[in-house]
């Protein structure tokens, strides 16, 4: 079979599948070189909103297109504004140092911004490197790096005043905005909106900015932060914190030429580490893990690659695709029931039931040859520790767990309902202490990654951050989407854009296993 026919083939499936009164309407039937495989057959219902925007965006990214350069126009050195004058050190503690050398975590914000570009340099960028100095003057440990120096048993982040800075990148892309913020898209075309941390085995930066800009159209801010400094809450309370400034200078310009910026207490980090008890001794255990790992005297703050990745995305060809799903609440209150009426559970969390059914389709779309999944997923202690820590506490305060399941299983028609039941089980654990047994959870899952005996699978973000309220003073975002996802295999959750209570998955997948998860995940709903 030709490539050219294989990419109309696609292209007709997404029709079949999205569209099918497009087909119909020009003569063509669900036959022939079209009918959906085994798994594609359980959706012949279409989906009944944005009918239009899927045939568009599946059909677009179908023609392989070689992604338009990007211009630079300048790498800004960003400092914080006002700060302290003394070198200041934090000392990692044990949530930090369990993610020392893992992959840092990429976002990227698309706005809508039809203006002019005179309009993006003279006004938007301005205030956006302005309100960026002044909220570094409250999050400045960003601006520093990651060191493990030799007389210190821990790694620390480091941050010299006058001396460290946050690299913001401008640039500018001629690519098709609305394509590339769309719910599907070739992962190749997003890549380039995601800036780099300055990275090597003595020092590691916290933070990395790039602002593009699409002619009028939009803009997108990526986000790139080191996982040992930061987790995802405290990320996104940084987020906000620079949204609010930049809003704030957008309606009274006179802020910018103020030397500091007053935030919010929900938007002010607590940067006092002490309230993190470590009465076993686990950054110690952590840091030592580390420093034998290649070693001895491993002190290296290099970023690592597991050896249970995906392959790495391959780029330069469009092999994978970026796909965004939604769970509207009516779903999830089916699921919720459809679990209830099968398990006699009686409390089914948002979270569980969506995790769970998307893993399922997941793994009947990808069918893994390994005989176990694993599914890890982070636990937030900040309000499950005694004394509770600040919600706005900076640094990482989360755990992992791990649910482990047979692959036949999974592929199975209950899968949905086994993966959920292990999700239950691990975080009904949960309430005679997160910290229970930390040191047993934490090699668990380091077998699963270094071993690679098992397909691993792990969530993103989370549907508490409210990523969709991130409003610079120009709208709320048009699409938010953790890219970093893109190259772990991953997937990652969010609130629906709609704020009704819904949730986004996003993931990347190669073309045909996209098609395959897509109808599963909205086809499946007919059979609960």
């Known amino acids: ?45 279409k989906i009944k909103s944005n009918n239009l925007h899927l045939y568009h965006s599946f059909c677009f990214l179908m023609m392989a297109q070689t992604p338009p350069p990007i211009k630079v126009h300048k790498v800004y050195k960003v400092s914080p504004s006002q700060t302290t004058t003394t070198t200041t050190t934090l000392p990692l503690t044990f949530f930090d140092i369990r993610w020392l050398r893992l992959p840092p975590v990429e976002r990227l914000f698309f706005y809508a911004f039809p203006n002019p570009t005179i309009s993006f340099f003279d006004s938007l960028l301005p205030n956006l490197k302005r309100s960026l100095e002044l909220t570094l003057q409250h999050f400045f440990p960003l601006a520093g790096n990651i060191t493990w120096p030799q007389h210190s048993p821990i790694p620390t982040i480091t941050y010299f005043p006058g001396h460290d800075s946050v690299s913001l990148t401008v640039s500018e892309s001629n690519d098709d905005f609305d394509h590339v913020s769309s719910d599907f898209c070739e992962v190749s075309k997003r890549r380039r909106l995601v800036p780099g941390l ?68 929900n938007l002010t980090p607590f940067l006092d580490r002490s309230v993190i008890k470590d009465a076993k001794g686990l950054a110690q255990s952590f840091s030592d893990a580390w420093m034998n790992f290649s070693g001895p005297n491993n002190r290296s703050v290099m970023l690592w690659k597991n050896k249970n990745n995906r392959e790495e995305v391959q780029l330069d060809n469009n092999e994978s695709v970026k796909g965004v799903f939604e769970l509207k609440p009516s779903h999830i209150q089916k699921l919720k029931n459809y679990v209830k009426s099968k398990t006699g559970i009686t409390k089914v969390s948002t979270f ?54 047979e692959t036949e299983k999974v592929m199975a028609s209950e899968g949905f309902v086994t993966v959920l039941k292990g999700i239950s089980e691990v975080l009904n654990g949960l309430e005679s202490g997160v910290l229970n047994d930390v040191e047993k959870w934490q090699k668990k899952i380091e077998s699963v990654f270094l071993e690679g005996k098992k397909r691993a699978y792990s969530i993103a973000g989370s549907t508490r951050f409210g990523v969709y309220g991130v409003d610079f003073g120009y709208g709320r975002p048009k699409k938010v989407d953790v890219a970093s996802v893109d190259k772990t295999g991953a997937f990652a959750l969010s609130e629906s854009r709609d704020g009704d209570g819904g949730v986004e998955i996003a993931l990347a997948l190669k073309k045909e296993q996209m098609e395959v998860f897509s109808s599963l995940f909205y086809g499946q709903f007919e059979s609960f």
């Open 198 to 265: 300055s990275v090597s085995d003595d020092k590691t930066s916290l933070l990395a900015l790039q602002v593009t800009l699409f002619p009028n159209s939009g803009f997108v801010i990526g986000i790139t932060t080191h996982h040992a400094g930061v987790d995802g809450n405290c990320s996104t309370v940084f987020v906000k914190a620079w949204a609010y400034a930049c809003s704030k200078i957008m309606k009274h310009p006179s802020l910018s030429t103020l030397p500091t910026i007053s935030l919010p207490e």
């Open 352 to 405: 569980s039931v969506t995790v769970a059914y998307s893993l399922s389709c997941l793994v009947k779309a990808e069918q893994p040859e390994q005989e176990q999944v694993a599914l890890v997923f982070p636990v937030d202690c900040r309000s499950r520790l005694e004394p509770v820590v600040s919600p706005t506490y900076f640094g990482n305060c989360l755990m992992g767990r791990l649910v482990l399941e």
């Open 1 to 45: 079979m030709s490539r050219i026919f294989q990419k109309k083939k696609s292209i007709l499936y997404c029709l079949y599948k999205f569209c099918p009164e497009k087909l119909l309407c020009a003569g063509w039937t669900h036959t022939g070189a079209i009918v959906p495989s085994r798994h594609t057959q359980v959706a012949t219902k």
